[in-house]
């Protein structure tokens, strides 16, 4: 029996509700629509590397949310396709993190799919791991050096604008 990640909803208590996910690749990463009505989560199901997938609190629905671009070959074996997904707190947005064009941006896309953009226009580092403010102004970010042997920790705005290393 291989062990694998898979999805459940839990309670309060740790009581185990319902299992959300079967599949025998991991399922990673999930969190909370600010509604609490839809789980947005990492998985390399159908593909080869990690993209986002969409479904309901309750396991239904489930749908592919990001698609990699095909022709994009400069992302190596450990990098992220579509990294860990954060929704933003206050508007329908999620964000995560994608080696894109030879560098680790953070990009936003809609809950339904569409609107896939880069946050910033920044070339000068490679973005990661990030967090919302919970006033969804403000992102806080992992950035380094092109070559990721120097790391600080940046603020970010929500318009991918102002980049100021804390």
């Not at 959300?20 to 947005?40: A, C, E, H, R, Y």
């Not at 479904?55 to 074996?77: K, Q, S, V, W």
């Not at 920044?122 to 990721?148: L, R, V």
Request: charged content about 25%.
């Amino acid at each position: 029996d291989q062990r694998r990640n898979e999805l459940y909803r839990i309670d309060k208590d740790g009581k185990e509700l319902q299992r959300l996910t079967n599949d025998t690749l991991n399922d990673n990463d999930p969190i909370f629509s600010p509604d609490g009505k839809q789980i947005v989560f990492r998985s390399k199901r159908g593909t080869k590397y990690d993209e986002l997938w969409m479904m309901n609190a309750d396991g239904t629905n489930m749908h592919r949310l990001t698609h990699y671009p095909e022709d994009d070959t400069t992302a190596f074996i450990h990098s992220y396709h579509a990294g860990p997904p954060f929704w933003e707190p206050n508007s329908n947005v999620i964000s995560y993190c994608s080696n894109q064009q030879g560098k680790s941006s953070i990009f936003l896309i809609n809950p339904d799919g569409t609107n896939s953009r880069r946050l910033s226009k920044n070339e000068t580092m490679n973005e990661g791991w990030h967090s919302w403010s919970p006033d969804g102004n403000f992102i806080a970010a992992e950035c380094s050096d092109k070559e990721n042997k120097k790391f600080s920790i940046y603020l970010m705005d929500k318009t991918g604008t102002t980049l100021r290393q804390l």
